[in-house]
């Protein structure tokens, strides 16, 4: 973020924010009931959140998808796009599935993950910290609901480059 933007326009998470954040979450899913077999994470941001929820809801399989959609801020693909490895959906047979991402922003990664597993699954769930009001799938668990553009902390700071100041490719 430069120096020059004003913070008014974003949401901040910190990481003591997502920590109580992602407890509240993990209360809401445990309050409704639904206990997950699976919980699925899209890598990257909802990698972070599921690892919390997946602790805090008592479910020792967690599951990764890597699906690209963003690639800067405010700039996407057309469609969000599955990455190798994938899933062998043939895993979640009969299973109940939360899937986890940090944001539901246009909805479509969400989406997308949710038709991938419906077919497959006795249930299937998504959770994710934001949800924006655009999103074309509605989360059925959300922390908060914002139209801001969000930092989170673990994409916030730049990558860590070795000691000659050179990032690794």
């Known amino acids: 973020m430069r120096h020059d933007e004003p913070m008014s326009d974003r949401e901040i998470l910190t990481w003591d924010l997502f920590g109580s954040a992602s407890r509240e979450l993990a209360q809401t899913v445990a309050d409704s009931g639904f206990r997950p077999d699976v919980v699925l994470g899209i890598a990257r941001g909802g990698l972070v959140p599921a690892g919390s929820l997946a602790y805090a809801l008592d479910c020792k399989n967690l599951f990764t998808m890597n699906v690209e959609f963003y690639t ?12 190798p490895p994938l899933l062998d959906a043939t895993e ?24 991938f597993c419906r077919g497959h699954v ?17 989360a059925d668990y959300t922390w908060r609901h914002t139209d801001k553009w969000i930092n989170f902390p673990w994409s916030s700071e730049p990558p860590v480059v070795d000691g000659s100041g050179v990032q690794d490719a």
């Open 122 to 138: 006795s249930e299937v769930r998504t959770a994710v910290l934001y949800e924006k009001p655009r999103s074309v799938i509605k």
């Open 92 to 115: 979640l047979d009969d299973l109940s599935v939360l899937i986890v991402d940090d944001v539901a922003d246009s909805g479509k990664t969400l989406e997308l993950v949710f038709d």
């Open 72 to 83: 800067g801020v405010g700039t996407t693909l057309d469609a969000p796009v599955m990455l």
